[in-house]
């Protein structure tokens, strides 16, 4: 794995790191494969609860660095636009991975998410930002489109006419303003210390039920309404009278904390 990304598990709960602080981990090269390996490694885990996806240093990602891709004499399409998983290409599984991910994705978000970098938390399940940090659909400022699954992921969080307007214009809004229009989650002084606190409250739930709540709302907004609910009840009943649901129902009836245990292989994710 790419040095430009680095991960840590403690807990059931998986650690990323954007770790290019002086250049405030700009997406070069090796940083696109050290994300796409990152994420990879973590689908098929059966020990994760919660992953937080985070940038080292005074920003979480500012984007593409194109100079990086010149001067190395690398050919930006035929590097990233050449097709890696299930029709999505190399730069848009970057972003797409932190979906393929059973468990949920919490991003937190200092200084600035720009681009390339903004399009990449989008994929997360959670996003934190300080209130003032900077983001921004920028592409439009190189003359681009959005490239990275913003389709897939900015439209549903934020409505497509917010989506178009940060597109055409390509302006920067604060944390706050984000949060008001939905771009992320919520704010916080500490980003960091705030995922971390969420992502071990999450670890403490039922494992099953949080992969398929992750599982439902992933595959329900994007099929008809007979087969989102054909797929509510099915997993529900995958869940009824599973060990860790009745060990949910005794922890809570005993006032305990719950000892859960990994889904087996052969749980959906």
């Given at each position: 794995m790419s040095d430009r990304v680095t991960t840590h598990v403690e807990n059931g709960i998986a650690e990323i790191c954007l770790n290019r602080p002086d250049r405030h981990n700009a997406l070069d090269m090796d940083m696109?494969?050290?994300?796409?390996?990152?994420?990879?490694?973590?689908?098929?885990?059966?020990?994760?609860?919660?992953?937080?996806?985070?940038?080292?240093g005074k920003?979480?990602?500012?984007?593409?660095?194109?100079?990086?891709?010149?001067?190395?004499?690398?050919?930006?399409?035929?590097?990233?636009?050449?097709?890696?998983?299930?029709?999505?290409?190399?730069?848009?599984?970057?972003?797409?991975?932190w979906r393929r991910i059973p468990v949920p994705v919490i991003c937190a978000i200092q200084g600035v998410a720009f681009g390339g970098g903004l399009q990449i938390a989008a994929g997360a399940d959670i996003r934190i930002a300080a209130p003032d940090a900077q983001l921004s659909i920028m592409e439009v400022k190189w003359g681009l489109v959005p490239d990275m699954g913003a389709t897939l992921t900015l439209a549903n969080q934020i409505g497509i006419d917010r989506a178009k307007e940060l597109t055409f214009t390509g302006r920067i809004v604060n944390g706050t303003e984000a949060a008001a229009l939905g771009l992320i989650t919520r704010t916080d002084d500490d980003p960091l210390a705030a995922a971390r606190a969420l992502a071990a409250e999450i670890a403490g739930k039922c494992p099953d039920a949080v992969r398929g709540a992750k599982q439902l709302?992933?595959?329900a907004w994007q099929i008809d309404r007979e087969r989102a609910l054909t797929l509510e009840a099915g997993l529900q009943r995958t869940m009824l009278a599973s060990r860790n649901q009745q060990e949910a129902v005794r922890a809570a009836m005993e006032k305990r904390t719950p000892e859960f245990t990994d889904p087996p292989e052969s749980s959906a994710s």
């Open positions: 696109f494969e050290g994300v796409l390996a990152a994420g990879k490694a973590l689908v098929d885990r059966r020990d994760l609860r919660a992953v937080i996806l985070r940038g080292d920003s979480f990602c500012s984007g593409i660095d194109y100079p990086s891709f010149i001067a190395a004499g690398i050919d930006i399409q035929q590097a990233l636009f050449g097709i890696e998983d299930d029709g999505a290409n190399r730069a848009q599984m970057a972003a797409l991975i709302f992933e595959q």
